[in-house]
């Protein structure tokens, strides 16, 4: 099976790269950039992943990343909690980076998408309380990394009904 994984350079996307490789997967990598040898290194030491350059903000990047595969595991993103500055980064590579990337995966006929997510989406619920479920977010969303997570979830959710793309969600907590 041939597999798109976004971030391939992060802390998620790597070792993802890694396990599904090990697994006998044909793995493309995206990175912002090929030519940043620091965020692509520890790929290429792998061997076997085929790496391309798309960042978020490009469909046709994106697109022509997208060819030949069959699921696109979406773990690109700017993690960062209280960076000053860099809540509009954040922001954009959770919002309206799903979007542009579903959008493409819709173009390209990618048939199932797997989304990183946060457990930061779910609320907190009280000791004793019932859990809490895929109907519930959090609406706490003064820290932008939690906005990002939670509203570039739903934008997902949203995309994929109306673009008829399976999409499966991961919620990594600490």
Not at 142 to 157: D, H, I, S
Request: charged share 20%; no cysteine.
């Amino acid at each position: 099976m041939q597999v798109l994984v976004t971030g391939a350079n992060g802390h998620l996307g790597f070792n993802l790269v890694k396990a599904l490789l090990e697994a006998g997967h044909g793995v493309r990598g995206s990175v912002r950039s090929l030519a940043d040898t620091a965020k692509t290194a520890r790929l290429k030491a792998l061997g076997g992943v085929d790496l391309v350059e798309a960042e978020l903000h490009r469909p046709d990047q994106l697109r022509s990343a997208m060819a030949g595969v069959e699921i696109l595991f979406h773990a690109a993103a700017v993690y960062a909690y209280t960076t000053p500055g860099r809540e509009t980064a954040i922001l954009d590579a959770s919002i309206k980076g799903v979007a542009v990337t579903l959008h493409a995966a819709a173009d390209a006929g990618v048939r199932k998408v797997v989304l990183t997510s946060s457990i930061a989406t779910l609320p907190l619920t009280a000791p004793g309380a019932p859990p809490v479920d895929e109907t519930h977010w959090t609406n706490d969303l003064r820290v932008p990394y939690l906005r990002a997570k939670t509203e570039g979830e739903q934008a997902a959710w949203r995309i994929a009904r109306e673009l008829g793309i399976k999409l499966v969600t991961v919620l990594p907590g600490a």
